[in-house]
């Protein structure tokens, strides 16, 4: 089976090349490792061992340390995991942010998945690659592979290898060393003069071809997005394309009103959204609008400063600070009509609040009016909590009382 | 793992399967493999730490004044707490027999006493079946007959969710845990008397069908106990995620089995580091796997943000609860997962002890976050009834446990690949 032509052909490395090392052959695992003990104990550092099977226990008789290979690892998997928290966070959240299906722009457990799968990729490749260069591996050209009988470490024999770089090499004192283990047998390996070092010219070549191939694609889409055509564009994904589904507004005529999009069953209350107070959520008390707040809005200096504030980016561009009706919106439109731009315009001023007849209107009707709008102003009941929109009635109280105060 | 081979220099790769007499056992391996001494009084002490565990709890549950909602609670905890580990038994012997595992062997006797505690948490579930028979909804909302017909959604899941029902399923889920891991114990202790080689080939044959049922019954058997405590909620990765604990429990009991046991001077020569080893990589990829599983669990609920799924969540991510959850996410996966990361931890009997301690009061932790929250309190309603119940199942899982070791080699001495699993190493 190993005795093919192929080997046979291989141009064998001249007997006058410097010596590379000594190696011996064992037709069962317990001799190789009896003799690695011997060798270990020697003192030799840069010899190994070869064998067709895993051999339990050959890493102690070899006195191989621990592997930093876990280490490497460890590093591998936190710069994964650091990478994948990075490049999410600044394409997501910081360069580009994007809101998906309402989540914050930073929302950890959507990440999650890549942080895990990175930690994992990273850590694999980082063993596999750590793993070969700690085995000083590529390696294109041994000389050991010149001896035909080495290519039976991978069937049936075992073998022990001395380099004879090593500083404890000797090659009578080795020699002496490896017959007294029972070698089957034990050759001198000479160094390999039948290859050039150089790299071959052909991978030369590939690599050229390669990268020149590696170019077209982003040429092509260079190119695609300079030129026009005529040709329809190409549908590789078809239901991906067109979608059996219908978009918000439009028609439908499957329905009798024509629209695709379906109201709401009358009657449905989604979570946490039934408002059958009257009071809190309309300022009512049955027809009447409700004179007191109600009892779930707790009149403290809270609620006052929540007010003041929801009051203050709302309100305060018409209305003005101090509710007078003289917001910023005001005086720029009063700017506009002194000028040229705006002559012949009219302007109607927003009402100021610390008037009478809206110190005697109830707190209910306040709210009302924030919440559904009145004349030109537009209804907030949509961008404000109902919380909030109590407080900032409380708060126009607080204006109204201390301007009447003031006079 | 899968690769193991004899020890060449090893004495003990010596060892055949030999047709004597049991008592000769423990010669023929020469390890003490005897845990009849051991057994005894683990039986009484185990039984009276039960007796007086449970008793106490029973005291202290009546005067609560809360008809025993508060003990039950408890008990159902500490329960589901206990059978991780005798299920973590079911399962992994099933599992070392259906992947035919060569470095379990020496271990596998400990674990089939552990599965045989099955029967006994079939007698121990009555305080939990009780109250459901009579139709109270001391722990399950959907045992109270008129708060059922009063609910839609309750109404509708009625056809699974009833008493009945409930109680031919535990009964079905005991019966086959028994009869399964009785099969398993006594199969293996046929073994060691006759030494048949094809007692290992039929127990193989028998894990497959076996393995399928069990993970059936085990889904079913969280989703009946734990998950329909609020019967509003479902998650069909629900089995799963109890199962992540079952394995990490076994694998922590088995640690804890095997470094005891030598302490007592038993099968010291048949166990060893790479054994613990071997069990610490099971613990670490299964802290692992919990985390996994019940990450997937909250990511999808949380990223649909569907109110029926998210509501459970809700409570768990509310006051005191949240900072439960975040216990969880610390002390039962990220500081385990750095914690067992090391060869060297694994190998050393005080750390791997210690993790295997760690873990089994986190699953204790993690039982208690999946069914205290259902109590509906705001503050984590800590309690000595906790302590209490969860001192007397402890008790009664060591000695129900120890009741099937008596007149059993702790060793499965005949099994063909012993010697395998006796002279193993880790690469």
Avoid at chain 1, 154 to 172: C, G, T, V, W, Y
Avoid at chain 1, 305 to 316: A, H, P, Q, S
Avoid at chain 2, 11 to 40: H, R
Avoid at chain 2, 148 to 169: C, M, S, T, W
Wanted: aromatic fraction near 12%.
């Amino acid at each position: 089976m190993s005795h093919d032509s192929k080997r046979e052909m291989k141009p064998v490395s001249p007997a006058n090349a410097p010596l590379h090392g000594l190696f011996a052959e064992y037709d069962s695992p317990w001799p190789m490792v009896e003799a690695a003990k011997k060798v270990r104990d020697a003192g030799f550092e840069r010899w190994d061992t070869y064998s067709p099977f895993p051999i339990h226990g050959i890493e102690k008789a070899m006195g191989i340390r621990m592997t930093v290979l876990p280490w490497i690892v460890l590093g591998g998997a936190l710069v994964g995991l650091a990478f994948a928290t990075t490049i999410q966070w600044y394409t997501n959240a910081y360069d580009y942010p994007w809101l998906v299906s309402g989540k914050p722009f930073w929302s950890v457990p959507a990440n999650v998945p890549i942080m895990f799968e990175l930690t994992v990729l990273f850590a694999g490749f980082t063993t596999l690659i750590a793993m070969l260069l700690l085995n000083d591996m590529p390696l294109l050209s041994h000389p050991l592979d010149l001896k035909e009988r080495f290519g039976r470490a991978s069937d049936d024999r075992f073998f022990l290898f001395i380099q004879a770089s090593d500083p404890k090499f000797d090659e009578h004192a080795t020699r002496g060393l490896l017959e007294s283990t029972n070698a089957l047998l034990i050759e001198e390996v000479r160094e390999d003069r039948s290859t050039s070092p150089d790299v071959p010219k052909f991978i030369g070549y590939a690599m050229i071809v390669f990268t020149t191939a590696a170019v077209v694609p982003f040429a092509l889409a260079a190119k695609a997005r300079y030129t026009h055509s005529r040709e329809p564009r190409i549908h590789a994904v078809a239901d991906m394309d067109w979608q059996p589904k219908y978009k918000a507004q439009r028609e439908n005529p499957f329905f009798s009103d024509d629209r695709a999009m379906r109201p709401q069953v009358q009657g449905t209350v989604a979570v946490e959204e039934l408002r059958d107070d009257d009071h809190l959520y309309r300022g009512r008390m049955g027809s009447e609008y409700a004179r007191t707040f109600p009892t779930q809005i707790q009149a403290n200096e809270a609620t006052v400063e929540r007010g003041r504030e929801r009051f203050g980016i709302y309100c305060t561009p018409c209305h003005g600070f101090a509710g007078e009706g003289n917001g910023m919106v005001t005086a720029r439109a009063d700017q506009l009509i002194a000028s040229d731009t705006g002559k012949g315009m009219a302007w109607v001023a927003p009402t100021n609040l610390n008037q009478d007849y809206l110190r005697a209107q109830p707190v209910g009707q306040i709210f009302d009016t924030i919440t559904n709008g009145v004349r030109n102003m537009p209804a907030y009941g949509p961008q404000i909590s109902t919380e909030d929109r109590w407080a900032v009635v409380m708060y126009v109280r607080a204006l109204q009382k201390r301007s009447s105060a003031a006079h | 793992m899968a690769t193991s081979k004899e020890k060449p220099e090893s004495s003990k790769g010596s060892l055949k399967p030999k047709a004597n007499k049991a008592s000769s056992a423990s010669e023929s391996v020469g390890d003490n493999i005897s845990g009849t001494e051991l057994a005894g009084g683990l039986v009484s002490k185990g039984g009276a730490v039960a007796a007086v565990g449970l008793g106490i709890s029973v005291v202290l549950g009546m005067m609560q004044n809360d008809s025993f909602r508060r003990f039950s609670f408890s008990y159902l905890t500490a329960y589901m707490w206990a059978l991780t580990v005798v299920l973590g038994g079911v399962f992994w012997v099933t599992l070392q027999h259906l992947v035919n595992a060569k470095w379990s062997i020496a271990l596998r006797r400990m674990g089939e006493l552990i599965a045989n505690a099955a029967p006994v948490f079939g007698l121990l579930a009555l305080p939990i079946l009780v109250p459901v028979l009579l139709g109270h909804d001391t722990l399950y909302v959907w045992a109270d007959h008129a708060k059922v017909e009063a609910d839609h959604a309750l109404h509708q899941k009625a056809g699974y969710l009833n008493p009945q029902f409930f109680l031919i399923r535990m009964v079905f889920y005991f019966g086959f845990w028994t009869l399964l891991s009785r099969y398993l114990l006594k199969q293996s202790v046929a073994q060691d008397k006759a030494g048949a080689a094809d007692v290992s080939q039929r127990l193989q044959r028998a894990s497959g069908p076996g393995m399928i049922l069990f993970a059936l019954t085990l889904t079913f058997f969280a989703i009946d106990l734990v998950m329909s405590l609020d019967p509003y909620w479902f998650s069909t990765i629900f089995g799963v995620y109890y199962f992540a604990s079952c394995v990490l429990a076994i694998n922590s009991t088995l640690v804890l089995a095997q470094v005891w046991l030598q302490s007592r001077g038993r099968l010291t020569k048949s166990l060893s580091d790479e054994h613990l080893h071997d069990l610490g990589k099971m613990m670490f990829a299964f802290t692992v796997f919990w985390a996994y599983i019940g990450f997937s669990q909250f990511m999808l609920i949380w990223y649909a943000n569907i109110p029926e799924e998210t509501a459970w969540f809700k409570e768990r991510i509310s006051g005191e609860w949240l900072d439960l959850s975040w216990g969880l996410v610390l002390l039962h996966f990220v500081v385990p997962f750095f914690g067992l990361l090391s060869r060297q931890v694994k190998r050393n009997r005080k750390w791997i002890s210690f993790w295997a301690i760690w873990i089994l009061v986190e699953i204790y932790v993690d039982m208690y976050w999946l069914i205290m929250p259902n109590l509906k309190a705001e503050e984590i309603p800590v309690s000595l009834l906790d302590v209490t119940c969860w001192i007397g199942m402890a008790g009664a899982l060591v000695a129900a446990i120890a009741v099937s070791a008596k007149n059993v080699n702790l060793l499965p001495v005949n099994d063909p690949r012993l010697p395998r699993s006796m002279a193993f190493e880790n690469i």
